[in-house]
């Protein structure tokens, strides 16, 4: 039996909310998840939920703000265009998302390992990128590209796993190369999994648009589960 609240933070004078999954018992692990382009949704929460069955203080962040959402793809690129372009003022709402996590009392001093779906996918490379202190950044369907200004050279020390389709229109096979090269760069220790004939969004039930590349594809999201499970089982267990 999980238990489950919703928890508040501030950050650039604006409040955002998260909702925080827990365990029975003490959690061995924290994971914070990171939401796709519409803002916090089912489908985050549900995946939270899911940790938390496994033993993991898990919460479903948010980088848009208290009952910021989406619900067109007009909405859902307003919101998300502006972080994607500012990836400074990106990551500093991404730290405030994992210091509410930390400030918790059933996952203070845990380790932590960030998940995260399409742009929330990027928002965890991106943790990685620039060695929040996260023990390991678990990415599914992510817009992969690299942000803009150089990076320091410095080594990424989260380990990184992505999984990603083939048939993915916003991340094709130049972009799972061009990952490759800069995670190798940087001395990551990493991991990239491909499913051939997959598009995006392959992990959520409700993704049928084929004309965007949004299919919903039940293997390629319980074989990716089961390898992220081992992944967070690894460093968090």
């Given at each position: 039996?999980?238990?489950?609240?919703?928890?508040?933070?501030?950050?650039?004078?604006?409040?955002?909310?998260?909702?925080?999954?827990?365990?029975?018992?003490?959690?061995?692990?924290?994971?914070?998840?990171?939401?796709?382009?519409?803002?916090?949704?089912?489908?985050?929460?549900?995946?939270?939920e899911?940790?938390?069955?496994?033993?993991?203080?898990?919460?479903?962040?948010?980088?848009?703000?208290k009952?910021?959402?989406?619900?067109?793809?007009?909405?859902?690129?307003?919101?998300?265009?502006?972080?994607?372009?500012?990836?400074?003022?990106?990551?500093?709402?991404?730290?405030?998302?994992?210091?509410?996590?930390?400030?918790?009392?059933?996952?203070?001093?845990?380790?932590?390992?960030?998940?995260?779906?399409?742009?929330?996918?990027?928002?965890?490379?991106?943790?990685?990128r620039?060695?929040?202190?996260?023990?390991?950044a678990?990415?599914?369907?992510?817009?992969?590209?690299?942000?803009?200004?150089?990076?320091?050279?410095?080594k990424?020390?989260?380990?990184?796993?992505?999984?990603?389709?083939?048939?993915?229109?916003?991340?094709?096979?130049?972009?799972?190369?061009?990952?490759?090269?800069?995670?190798?760069?940087?001395?990551?220790?990493?991991?990239?999994?491909?499913?051939?004939?997959?598009?995006?969004?392959?992990?959520?039930?409700?993704?049928?648009?084929?004309?965007?590349?949004?299919?919903?594809?039940?293997?390629?999201?319980?074989?990716?589960?089961?390898?992220?499970?081992?992944?967070?089982?690894?460093?968090?267990?």
């Amino acid at each position: 039996m999980t238990t489950q609240r919703l928890i508040e933070w501030n950050t650039e004078g604006e409040v955002f909310e998260g909702k925080l999954f827990l365990p029975e018992g003490k959690p061995k692990g924290a994971v914070l998840v990171c939401h796709a382009w519409s803002g916090r949704a089912e489908h985050e929460e549900a995946f939270a939920e899911r940790l938390a069955g496994m033993g993991y203080a898990a919460m479903a962040g948010d980088v848009y703000g208290k009952g910021v959402r989406g619900s067109s793809v007009e909405e859902n690129q307003k919101l998300m265009t502006p972080l994607v372009e500012d990836r400074d003022r990106l990551q500093t709402r991404l730290r405030a998302s994992l210091d509410a996590l930390k400030g918790e009392p059933e996952a203070a001093g845990l380790k932590v390992v960030a998940a995260g779906f399409c742009f929330g996918g990027l928002c965890v490379l991106d943790m990685a990128r620039s060695n929040a202190d996260i023990a390991g950044a678990g990415a599914f369907h992510a817009i992969l590209g690299k942000p803009g200004k150089p990076s320091d050279g410095s080594k990424i020390m989260p380990e990184v796993i992505a999984f990603q389709g083939f048939d993915d229109p916003m991340a094709g096979p130049d972009d799972l190369k061009a990952f490759g090269e800069e995670m190798t760069e940087r001395g990551a220790r990493w991991q990239l999994y491909t499913f051939g004939g997959v598009a995006h969004a392959f992990t959520n039930e409700g993704a049928n648009d084929k004309d965007m590349g949004l299919v919903f594809d039940p293997f390629a999201r319980d074989r990716s589960y089961h390898v992220f499970d081992h992944f967070a089982e690894k460093l968090l267990g």
